[in-house]
């Protein structure tokens, strides 16, 4: 069993900032790529931030310089810092991980629920 759970959504204005938090709980191994992803209304699933086990990280180019993501393994932690938001982040920002769990040889691909992100005036 392995779930993620994110936190620290809400509501913002343009120009402000969030951290979010993924928490990666339950029978883990060992915990490869962490990723952000995001969600809003009409739209298709973007993928916003990804990191690997080794720190390499790739954002879209929509978030570019104003995103951070970062990962704490020995709390089994990633983390979404977001700065000079806008109007079109907003979204439900889902964690993403690819996890290998206790007594699996390969990993798999675990979601949280999601937190959403408001920046509104």
């Known amino acids: 069993q392995v779930q993620l759970v994110e936190s620290g959504g809400g509501l913002v204005q343009p120009g402000g900032s969030l951290r979010l938090s993924c928490v990666v709980s339950?029978?883990?191994?060992?915990?490869?790529?962490m990723s952000w992803y995001r969600q809003a209304p009409g739209k298709q699933r973007e993928l916003v931030a990804e990191i690997t086990v080794d720190g390499t990280t790739n954002y879209a180019d929509s978030v570019k310089g104003r995103f951070t993501i970062s990962r704490d393994d020995a709390e089994d932690k990633g983390y979404l810092q977001m700065n000079s938001l806008k109007a079109e982040d907003t979204a439900v920002y889902l964690c993403?991980?690819?996890?290998?769990?206790?007594?699996?040889?390969?990993?798999?691909?675990?979601w949280g629920q999601g937190t959403q992100v408001t920046v509104s005036s």
């Open positions: 993403s991980a690819s996890v290998v769990d206790l007594g699996s040889y390969y990993p798999s691909d675990y």
């Open positions: 339950g029978s883990i191994f060992s915990i490869d790529a």
